[in-house]
C-alpha cells in the first residue's frame, strides 16, 4: 500500500528564513512525487513535479528514494508563500495519494 | 479557457437524504477524479474516470457513493442517505489524458454539510 507522510501540521517561519516542508513516503514501485499548494480561497493547484527537477516560486524539492522523501525546500521564505502545502504520490492508476498536509506561516 | 467547474459550492442536507455533486471537466480532458478533503482524513481519492475505460471506483468509501460521466464530460458525484461523516469538501480535477506527464487540475470544490 503507497502511503504519503507530512509529519508537520503547522510549520511558521519568518520572511527572509529558510524553510523545509517535510514528506515521506512508501510506495513499491517507481514513485512519480508532487506538491501542491493551495493558497487562501483558491483553487488547489500544482506547485512542482520531481520528474522535471524545476524551481518554481522558489522551491525545489529533491527526490531521494534512499530515505524515501521528497522534502519541499526554499531558502528565503515570502509572506505570499503562506498556504497549505500537499506532498502527492501518483501510483499506476494515476490518481493521487496526499499527505495531510502543512500549513506553512510567514511572518513578516 | 475556463478551468474546472463544480457545482453547487456549497449544500446542507439532512442526515439521509441524497444529494448530487456536478463537475464540469477542462473541455478536451479525457481523466476526470474525484477527491474528498475532509477535517479528519485529509485529501482522498474518491473515483477515476479515464475516456472510455471502466471508472476505478477503489476509492469510494461506500456503497452509498457513485459517480458517472456522462458522454465523457461532465461528470456527478451521488452520495445517498447522506452520514454526518460525508461533510468535506468534495473536488474534482481534470487531465488532459492519463500518465504522469498531465497535470490534473482542480475545481473549487462543492461544501457538503451534512446536518
Known amino acids: 500500500a503507497q502511503r504519503v507522510t507530512q509529519p508537520e501540521k503547522l510549520l511558521s517561519v519568518f520572511k527572509g528564513a529558510p524553510v523545509e516542508l517535510k514528506c515521506n513516503y512508501s510506495?513499491?514501485?517507481?514513485?512519480?512525487l508532487f506538491w501542491y499548494v493551495q493558497y487562501s480561497r483558491q483553487r488547489l493547484q500544482l506547485l512542482l513535479r520531481?520528474?522535471s527537477r524545476e524551481s518554481i516560486k522558489g522551491f525545489t524539492a529533491d527526490l531521494n528514494k534512499g530515505e524515501t522523501s521528497f522534502h519541499l525546500k526554499k531558502p528565503f521564505a515570502q509572506e505570499e508563500d503562506s498556504a497549505m502545502y500537499y506532498c502527492?504520490?501518483?501510483?499506476?492508476?494515476?490518481?493521487?495519494?496526499f499527505g495531510g498536509g502543512t500549513r506553512l506561516m510567514v511572518k513578516p | 479557457g475556463a478551468g474546472v467547474s463544480q457545482s453547487p459550492s456549497n449544500k446542507v442536507t439532512e442526515k439521509g437524504k441524497d444529494v448530487e455533486l456536478r463537475c464540469d471537466p477542462i473541455?478536451?480532458?479525457?481523466?476526470l477524479y474525484w477527491y474528498r478533503q475532509s477535517l479528519g482524513q485529509g485529501l482522498e481519492f474518491l473515483i477515476y474516470?479515464?475516456?472510455?475505460?471502466?471508472?476505478?471506483k477503489s476509492g469510494l468509501p461506500s456503497d452509498r457513493f457513485s459517480a458517472e460521466r456522462t458522454g465523457g464530460s461532465v461528470s456527478t458525484l451521488t452520495i445517498q442517505r447522506t452520514q454526518q461523516e460525508d461533510s468535506a469538501v468534495y473536488l474534482c480535477?481534470?487531465?488532459?489524458?492519463?500518465?504522469?506527464?498531465?497535470?490534473?487540475?482542480f475545481g473549487p470544490g462543492t461544501r457538503l454539510t451534512v446536518t
Open positions: 502527492a504520490l501518483r501510483n499506476a492508476g494515476n490518481m493521487l495519494t
Open positions: 520531481h520528474i
Open positions: 480535477a481534470s487531465s488532459l489524458g492519463a500518465g504522469v506527464r498531465y497535470e490534473q487540475y
Open positions: 473541455s478536451g480532458h479525457t481523466a
Open positions: 510506495y513499491s514501485g517507481s514513485p512519480e
Open positions: 474516470f479515464q475516456g472510455n475505460s471502466a471508472p476505478d
